[in-house]
């Protein structure tokens, strides 16, 4: 069963992953999507051309994370960022590299 608890914790390599994300990058509009073992949220970003929204997804089959980043202005949404089949360990830094935004002091 996913637990979205722990793929933030692998994101944030925290213990509080929702408090980290909210202090770090204004982390909102956390949802949750059990059918497709996924949590979406909304952060802010730094440039207009950046990711504002994030999407971590479980394949349980193989136990990596699959991650997604985009931007949604309006009714528009454009994927930035895709890559799938990362360990646990490499969500941060791909996130961080990717929006410029750091996840620790």
């Not at 929702?18 to 909102?28: D, E, F, K, S, Y």
């Not at 509009?29 to 497709?36: H, I, L, P, R, T």
């Not at 479980?58 to 949404?77: A, E, F, S, T």
């Not at 990362?86 to 935004?101: M, R, S, V, Y």
Request: with cysteine.
């Amino acid at each position: 069963m996913f637990d979205a608890q722990e793929a933030l914790k692998a994101l944030t390599l925290r213990s509080n992953p929702i408090n980290t994300l909210v202090a770090m990058v204004g982390a909102h509009s956390f949802g949750v999507n059990d059918k497709e073992s996924s949590i979406t949220f909304k952060f802010k970003a730094k440039a207009l051309n950046k990711a504002n929204y994030c999407t971590i997804t479980l394949d349980q089959g193989k136990d990596l994370y699959n991650l997604k980043m985009g931007r949604v202005w309006g009714l528009n949404v454009k994927t930035v960022f895709e890559e799938k089949g990362l360990f646990f360990d490499q969500l941060k830094p791909i996130f961080e590299n990717e929006t410029h935004l750091y996840l620790s002091l």
